[in-house]
């Protein structure tokens, strides 16, 4: 396997089943951004909303997003899937990771279910107390790993 493929396995195994991170939407130049529930499959990050809600419509108009959580920034294209329930991989993870949200939202007739595909991941490490810039960019698979500098 490449550097890009190791680094990348490591880094979603290093981000585990699920998270509660920040998902930023825009719409006509307006950016708005929540907490999120999110699960990873396969590499993929996957929540759910209301059709009702602002950000179902700003993702139906916009599939450009961004998640975050502590030191991890990730860019992705965000798809609707249709609803929750008719996804037994993603039930089975949200089920396990956010159980009083599964019980109380999954099965609502609104709720649909969005898959973001990450086309670029940004992650500071710190090596002792040394800052590091990870970044993967997923379409071209590169790896890169370098010193933060500061000026």
């Given at each position: 396997m490449n550097t890009f493929f190791n680094n990348y396995e490591k880094f979603l195994s290093d981000f585990g089943k699920g998270r509660k991170m920040v998902l930023s939407t825009s719409q006509d130049n307006?950016?708005?951004?929540?907490m999120m529930s999110v699960v990873l499959i396969?590499?993929?990050?996957?929540?759910?909303?209301?059709?009702?809600?602002?950000?179902?419509h700003q993702l139906s108009n916009n599939?450009?997003?961004?998640?975050?959580?502590?030191?991890i920034q990730i860019e992705g294209i965000c798809e609707e899937i249709g609803h929750p329930l008719?996804?037994?991989s993603f039930?089975?993870?949200f089920q396990e990771c956010f159980k009083g949200s599964y019980e109380a939202?999954?099965?609502?007739?609104?709720?649909?279910l969005f898959a973001v595909k990450p086309t670029y991941i940004e992650r500071w490490l710190y090596k002792e107390i040394v800052p590091y810039i990870e970044t993967?960019?997923?379409?071209?698979?590169?790896?890169?790993i370098s010193k933060y500098i500061g000026m």
């Amino acid at each position: 396997m490449n550097t890009f493929f190791n680094n990348y396995e490591k880094f979603l195994s290093d981000f585990g089943k699920g998270r509660k991170m920040v998902l930023s939407t825009s719409q006509d130049n307006i950016v708005s951004s929540r907490m999120m529930s999110v699960v990873l499959i396969n590499g993929v990050f996957y929540f759910q909303t209301d059709i009702t809600f602002k950000k179902y419509h700003q993702l139906s108009n916009n599939h450009n997003v961004a998640l975050c959580i502590d030191n991890i920034q990730i860019e992705g294209i965000c798809e609707e899937i249709g609803h929750p329930l008719n996804n037994t991989s993603f039930c089975e993870r949200f089920q396990e990771c956010f159980k009083g949200s599964y019980e109380a939202y999954t099965s609502l007739k609104n709720e649909r279910l969005f898959a973001v595909k990450p086309t670029y991941i940004e992650r500071w490490l710190y090596k002792e107390i040394v800052p590091y810039i990870e970044t993967f960019d997923i379409k071209a698979q590169s790896y890169k790993i370098s010193k933060y500098i500061g000026m």
